[in-house]
Each structure stands twice: as structure tokens, then as C-alpha cells.
């Protein structure tokens, strides 16, 4: 893909939500055309000087003109910029919103191929891509492009030979500058995905600052930090170079042409060919077509950074899909009826993560999942929320088949709560009621079920308390028991507690559970659990051994059928 061309498109499809955008445009043309006009005014009045004109009256023109230009042109400059630049900003905004929502579509499963500090540093690098061409378009590309097509057409007209040499120039400066271009945008590409790597490290550092504290791994991690700033500068320091030949190189052709010019012009003032007035306006358009190019030469190094910038951003987002999978009938699954799996395998690096699972869950049974660690129990959770997709077999929920629904028709059903519950920086009340139902219905009695009393007491304003960043204000069961209470206040068909409870004291852990049991008869409850004592309570029980259910049944029936079950059960009582 020619990633300049998508990145103009990309950008033109929401400027034509601005059309205010073009109106800025057109004055920085008129402000080029007055860029232009100063300078063959300047030559006129040198002219009228030189010709030792007795009238006053023959410079009073030119001169309030060339007056009124040299005021005028600062404000049109620095306004139209600010302009520009803030119509820019607003394209970035509505762009990281879009992208901000596309991530809605992207599915669990895309998160296990992303790290997430690459994902933060591409959207904030593609966001600032966005709002800096924007800007530039009207601040730099439009001016020097106006001006060097400027001077080209006001030279032809003092002198065809002057043309010839400003052609010329731009015909080396244009070779290379592609060639070198080609070059630095390849390099480019790789920089910001070893910058990536940085930031993906040090994303990581902080994640894990509690453990790089009690582990005293600071070395480790700064070893491991600086390895990949090292690797990052090198790829870097490539880049850069081949910004300094462009640079060097672009410098040189344009001394070249300022002698040649130069030197060509003081000839044809001693032959009479040129006037005094008409040398110095060539010798502003030399300087200034030099500087003109000397700015395409740097701005060209922003482009294509920008250009890798948004290039890393196909590449990452590209693949989601904003048109959701929804059932059959394009509503979302209401009520639930069964869930099903026949023949459900999963491979992973080579090995049976799951094989031939079967299972058949009914509405309102509590089912929990056992097994030792690495039995498939995560996997298969896994698959039911859609984070794992590429399976083999078949899940049906109500005869629906789980190829076609969409994340939203599952998140219809199930009600999560993982062992490690994200909490959010807000109060204790709108981390439960996080998608705003049921704020006033209910309020005691789902504090009541999950044994969160305590914590309301303790806290000075109760549960209208903010939740710090990282929740570091309250206990790990503490956020085990808000994410509980948040899940029951979704009021979904099936909650599933993935190792929901591991944090909690086991007198707790029963209140817990049997709160839930005794309030919610006709919810679905899924169980996976490390523990044993609370099984009774459950209808079905799933034992998991190397990807596949060994032994299923209810509690007594498994305790006396004398399996693995029991050796897992009694040896849950002797720790």
C-alpha cells in the first residue's frame, strides 16, 4: 500500500467536514501572492531610485504598496496559521474519537495479539499525525509550493536563464529528495516499532511496580529498558542520517544556483541587459526559492514520520471490523435457555489446550468448574466470551451458534467477574451501577449480598468514596466483592465468578456464595474455583484434566465415584 496516498485520503475524508478549511486556504494563497509581489515592488522602487528620479510623486506608490504588503503579510501569516492549525486539531479530535470507538469492534481476542503500551503510543502518535499535517498543509506545503510556482512565473518574464537554473535545481532537489525519502520512510517504520517496544516496556515497569519493589528487580528491568532505548536510538540514529544527506545534498545544489544566478545577473547589468532593480528582485527569488526548498527538505522529514505514524496505525487497527456479527434475526439474545458445547478443541502452541469438551448448562443451574492449574478451565472461559475465536466444534446458546454472535450478544447473557476486577476512578457507586441501570433499585439489599458493609462503614463518605487510580484504597477482596455487586447489578441471565472469590476469607466466601444462591434462584451461576467447600451448594460440578472433562456430576455423586475429583477434594481438606 502507497501510505502517502492513503494518509491524504485519510485526511482529506474529514476535512470535507470543515469546508471552513478551504476558506483559510484561499487566504494563504492570496497571502502568497502578496509573498511574491513584494519583492518585484521592492525592485521597482530600487529601479526608480537608481534612474535618480526627480518627482516624489513616481515612488509614492510603490512605496505605500510595498508599505502596505510588509504590514499585511505578518498578520495574514499568523492568523491563517492559527487558523489552520486549529481546524487541525479538531480533525485529530474527531479522528482519536473515531478511533477511541472503533475499539469497541475490535473483540477480546484482538488484545492477545496487542500490547497495550504499543496500542496507547499509536494512538497518541497517530492522533498527533493527524492534527500536525493538517496544519502544515496550510502553515508550510501551501506557501512554499505558492511560492517556488511563484517565482518560476515572475522569472520567466526577467529572464528565460534564470528559469532554466531555478528548473534545474528543482529537478536534482526532486531525485533526491524521492530517493532518499524511500529510504528514510523504511527506516522510519522500523524506529517506531522498537519506540514502541520502549514504551511497551515501561508500560510494563509501572503495571508491575509492586512486584519490581518486592522482588528488587529495578536492575532487571532497567537492563531490560535500556536494551530496547539502545536498540530505539540506533534506529533512530539511522533515520537521522539519512535526514542529514538530504539535507547536506539539497544545500549544496541550492549554493550552486545562487552563484550561477548571481554571477549571471551582475553580466547582464554590466551589458545593460538587466536593471540594478531586477538583479535584487532575482536575488530575493533566489533566497527565498532556497529557502523554500530548504523548508520542504525539513518538512518532508515531519511528513514522513507522520506517514509512518499513520502507516502503524493501519497496520494495527486495519484489521478491525466495524461491521458487527448479530444473530439471526438482528436482535440481541434476550432470555436464556441452554448453553452447549459438543466437541469443542482448542490448539495452542502445538498442544490440546481443550479437547472433545462436551457439556450441557440449563437455565437456572449452578455449575462449577474444578481442576488443577493448567486443566483448561481459563481457556474454555476464554472461548465462551469470544476472547478466543478460532476454535473447533461447536457452542450453541439456545440453538444459536456462538460463529453467529457478536461480542455485544454475548455480554447480553454473561455477567463476568474475573479474579483480578478493574475498577475504575470514580466512586464506589458508579464502579456497581457502571452502565447506569438499577442506581436506586435494590441498593441495600446488592451491598447486603456481597458483604460489602464493611467497606461502606469504613470509608468517610461511603459508597459515594472515589476509587483511586490503581485502586490502591481498597483490598484485593474488597475489589473482588465491588466487581460481584457490579456483576449482579447488570441482572444477566448467567454470571460466571472466574476465581471471583480467591481473595476472600472463607467465612466471607460463603456469605458470598450463598447470598447469591438464596437471592438469585433463576440466575445461571458458573463457578471456577480452586476451592472445594462451598461444591455442595452446586447442581453440577466439571472436572477438567489436560484440556478435557475427566468426571462430571453433583457433589456427592463425584465423591463417590472415587476419582480425581475426590484426590482434588481431599486435598483441599488437609491445607
Known amino acids: 500500500m502507497n501510505y502517502y496516498t492513503y494518509t491524504i485520503k485519510l485526511i482529506f475524508g474529514y476535512i470535507s467536514k470543515y469546508p471552513s478549511f478551504w476558506f483559510w486556504i484561499f487566504c494563504r494563497i492570496v497571502y502568497v501572492v502578496m509573498i511574491i509581489s513584494a519583492p518585484v515592488l521592492l525592485g521597482t522602487i530600487i529601479n526608480i531610485l537608481a534612474n535618480n528620479s526627480n518627482s516624489i510623486s513616481d515612488l509614492q506608490w510603490p512605496l505605500i504598496a510595498y508599505i502596505i504588503l510588509t504590514v499585511s503579510i505578518p498578520i495574514i501569516d499568523i ?58 498543509m ?225 437455565s437456572g443451574e449452578k455449575v462449577a468448574i474444578v481442576g488443577y492449574t493448567g486443566s483448561g478451565k481459563s481457556t474454555m472461559l476464554d472461548i465462551l466470551l469470544k476472547v478466543i475465536t478460532k476454535y473447533k466444534g461447536d457452542i450453541f446458546i439456545n440453538d444459536i451458534n456462538y460463529n453467529d454472535l457478536d461480542v455485544d450478544n454475548i455480554t447480553g447473557i454473561f455477567s463476568i467477574v474475573p479474579q483480578d476486577v478493574q475498577l475504575f476512578r470514580d466512586s464506589i457507586k458508579n464502579n456497581i451501577f457502571i452502565s447506569g441501570i438499577n442506581i436506586e433499585e435494590n441498593h441495600d439489599n446488592l451491598i447486603k449480598i456481597s458483604c460489602l458493609e464493611p467497606l461502606i462503614k469504613r470509608l468517610k463518605k461511603g459508597i459515594d468514596s472515589r476509587i483511586t487510580e490503581g485502586s490502591i484504597n481498597v483490598s484485593g477482596g474488597e475489589r473482588q466483592r465491588i466487581g460481584i455487586a457490579r456483576a449482579l447489578a447488570q441482572n444477566r441471565p448467567v454470571l460466571i465468578l472466574d476465581e471471583a472469590t480467591a481473595s476472600l476469607d472463607p467465612k466471607t466466601e460463603r456469605a458470598v456464595i450463598t447470598n447469591i444462591i438464596d437471592s438469585y434462584p433463576n440466575i445461571t451461576l458458573i463457578y471456577v474455583t480452586h476451592k472445594y467447600f462451598l461444591l455442595n451448594y452446586f447442581d453440577h460440578i466439571l472436572v477438567l484434566n489436560e484440556g478435557k472433562i475427566v468426571e462430571q456430576g453433583s457433589f456427592e455423586e463425584l465423591k463417590q465415584r472415587g476419582g480425581l475429583f475426590l484426590d482434588l477434594y481431599t486435598a483441599s481438606k488437609t491445607e
Not at 539511522?238 to 544566478?261: P, Q, T
Not at 469443542?344 to 481443550?354: P, V
Request: glycine fraction near 4%; charged fraction near 20%.
Open 79 to 136: 492568523y491563517t496559521i492559527f487558523k489552520g492549525w486549529v481546524i487541525g486539531f479538531k480533525i485529530a479530535n474527531d479522528f482519536r474519537q473515531d478511533l477511541v470507538h472503533k475499539l469497541r469492534f475490535a473483540g477480546l481476542d484482538y488484545w492477545q495479539d496487542q500490547k497495550k503500551g504499543n496500542v496507547l503510543r499509536i494512538i497518541d502518535k497517530s492522533y498527533e499525525s493527524m492534527s500536525h499535517i493538517c496544519g502544515l
Open 138 to 362: 496550510i502553515h508550510a506545503y501551501l506557501p512554499m509550493v505558492g511560492k517556488l510556482i511563484g517565482i518560476l512565473v515572475v522569472s520567466a518574464f526577467i529572464t528565460p536563464f534564470t528559469l532554466l537554473i531555478f528548473a534545474l535545481d528543482i529537478l536534482i532537489f526532486a531525485l533526491n529528495l524521492i530517493y532518499l525519502s524511500k529510504k528514510q520512510s523504511k527506516a522510519g517504520v522500523i524506529e517506531n516499532i522498537s519506540q514502541e517496544n520502549v514504551n511497551g516496556s515501561i508500560n510494563e515497569y509501572i503495571q508491575n511496580y509492586k512486584t519490581v519493589v518486592y522482588l528488587n528487580m529495578y536492575d532487571k528491568q532497567e537492563t531490560e529498558i535500556l536494551k530496547k532505548n539502545n536498540m530505539s536510538f540506533k534506529k533512530y540514529y539511522i533515520r537521522e542520517k539519512l535526514s542529514m544527506w538530504k539535507w547536506f545534498n539539497n544545500n549544496m545544489i541550492h549554493s550552486i544556483a545562487l552563484g550561477i544566478i548571481l554571477i549571471y545577473g551582475i553580466t547582464q547589468v554590466f551589458d545593460g541587459n538587466l536593471t540594478i532593480g531586477a538583479l535584487t528582485t532575482l536575488m530575493l527569488f533566489s533566497s527565498s526559492f532556497s529557502e523554500s526548498l530548504s523548508n520542504i527538505v525539513w518538512n518532508s522529514q515531519e511528513f514522513i514520520k507522520y506517514v509512518n505514524y499513520i502507516q502503524r496505525y493501519h497496520e494495527v487497527f486495519s484489521n478491525i471490523n466495524n461491521n458487527k456479527r448479530i444473530t439471526n434475526d438482528n436482535e440481541k439474545i434476550i432470555f436464556f435457555h441452554s448453553l452447549i458445547s459438543k466437541n469443542l478443541s482448542y490448539e495452542r502452541k502445538g498442544y490440546d489446550a481443550l479437547s472433545n469438551i462436551d457439556f450441557n448448562i440449563k
